[in-house]
């Protein structure tokens, strides 16, 4: 029952989507610090083997860049990692985008390109992962799949990123469904549900010291979340001390869904 056995990770193989920057490479960084052998992905190559170097001088950190919201894009990506893998332990599907537009201008692609990257590649590329998720899984040790879904997907969001509420609302449940139909695999499936974290896809709220003081004032903790409030909930669901847990949605939001 000691905490360096709880939490130990070490040894565990990982991918993390958008492990390039914001909240990916915070949760890439707590798993690589810790001992996880992990690959990041995200469509910027330079921005991607440039991370992965860094992380690399913290522990194993490989870059396998592509376009995860084309079928082209996923199936080398899957086949790069399994030329160099055996086996899957840990699957973060973190990699996202957002779109705003007023109601009654939102265009489709504005759909599409959401529904795409926050839906369908974290569903398509468990399932051709899930091989692989197998291999080692055990009763005492399952597999882990998280999804990074959001606040919006659980409470009505302040803009008109119509589409990105909806896709987060799609993947907290998308990852429900598949949790249960994999349970008997061992294999345990997750969302984390981030309220506000610095990154380029808030840069725009939190650009000017106005905008980041009401967003801090947003959030009932008063302030937003940092690398270990990722890396941290991310490293409980995938050592020891989270393997009994699946099918949960975690708000990460500092109290945000305490508002209803
Ligand atoms: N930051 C927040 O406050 C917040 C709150 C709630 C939820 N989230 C969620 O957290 C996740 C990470 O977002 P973030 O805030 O860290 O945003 P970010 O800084 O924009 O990072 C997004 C990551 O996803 C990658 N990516 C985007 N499209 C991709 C594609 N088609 N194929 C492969 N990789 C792709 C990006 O790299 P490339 O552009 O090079 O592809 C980047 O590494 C998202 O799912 C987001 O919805 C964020």
Redo the contacts with the bound molecule.
Sequence with gaps: MKVSDLFDVSGKVAIV????????EMIATGLVTNGVRTYI????AE??DATAAKLGELGECISIP????TED?LEDFVRTFSDREDRLDILVN?????WGAPLGEFPAKGFDKVMN??VK?PFMLTQALLDKLKVGATQDDPARVIM?G???GIRVPFGDNFSYSAS?AGIHMLARHLAHFVVSENITVNSIA????E????AYMLDTEEKRAMVNAMVPRGRIGTPEDAAGVVLFLVSRAGAFITGAVIPLDGGISTHG
Excluded: E, H, W, Y
């Design positions: 989507t958008g492990g390039s920057r914001g909240i990916g992905t995200s469509r910027k921005v991607c592509a376009d995860l919201s894009g973190n990699a996202g985008a957002a990257i926050n590649a990074t959001s606040i919006d987060k981030p309220g506000p974290f990154s380029q896809m808030m």
